[in-house]
């Protein structure tokens, strides 16, 4: 409240050509909000959107180089990257988005996760198939991903902050950390959430229409929601609870069952699941875990080793540096 009054007690005693330089440059602002709210085409939501699709796509591309330079892929013929590429085939046949160039990864980490960067850059951690079952699963989490690419969300995420934050240092320009943490818990975080929960609905469209069963995205929440469970409390997510999720995954379910049924998928889906079957096995899983705790111990060997040589050798050559080495 007072800030308020120390607000208007400012713009009182301002001088009539400032005020009018404020009031333009309101009016300004506004016309160009006002000129960058679009339809957004897979949900008719209305929304702004402030980065063009070229801009995006070189935010993509830089992520995505980034993230080809700091991570260990696994090889194109591993059964988990073939089954990641075929429904990666799928997403782009359903999808039918030309300005979406799609590539699909699998990235060596334990983390059950999965992500899409702006362009349809989609990775999944290895580690995720622990928890899939078979390839509806899988399609779930990549259609799931697939959507917020279609959608923008990356873009829109970041018009959204531009909007909010910058009306925030207009109007109180020293609403200092804490309040910046309130305007996170109030709007920033919520508005993520909002937006998973379309990515959910988008994504749960889109697989059955491929053929996925679209009970699988449910199976799959419940299964994600037991791993997380207690392990972030829920205000401070960018997602919503695992069972606000599958609530609102129910609600749509019979729509998406429609949409399956629809979909002439009797023939295919065999085809899918025996093309598919490879992947998700206990014994594929159990080598990959295998492999790579081999490849660990032996660069831990490696290193071992190398670190043993270069101590003797530093220890012949400059005793007082080793000593400082230990202690420091």
Known sequence: MSKVRHWREDWQRMPPYLKAVVVGSATIGGLYVVNHVEIMPLTNRRRIMFLSPEHEERLGEQAYREILSSSRLLPPSHPMSRAVTRVGRKIAQETNAPFMKWTFHVIEAKEPNAFCLPGGKVFVHSGLFKVLRNEDALAAVMFHEAAHGLARHGAEKISFSLLVYGLLALIFPDYGQISDLMVKLAVDLPFSRKLELEADSIGLRLMAQACYDPRASIQMNTSLGQLDKGSQFKYFSTHPPSAERVQALREQ??????????????????????????????????????????????????????????????????????VKTRFV
């Not at 295919?268 to 875990?289: E, N, T, Y």
């Open 253 to 322: 379910l019979n729509n998406a069952l429609e949409i399956y049924e629809a979909s002439d998928c009797g023939s295919r889906k065999q085809a899918f699941a025996k093309a598919m079957k490879p992947a998700f096995s206990p014994q594929v899983i159990l080598d990959h875990q295998l492999g790579s705790n081999r490849i660990a111990v032996s660069s831990q060997l490696i290193k071992s080793e190398a670190s043993s040589k270069n101590q003797r050798f530093t220890a012949s050559t400059n005793i007082v540096s080793t």
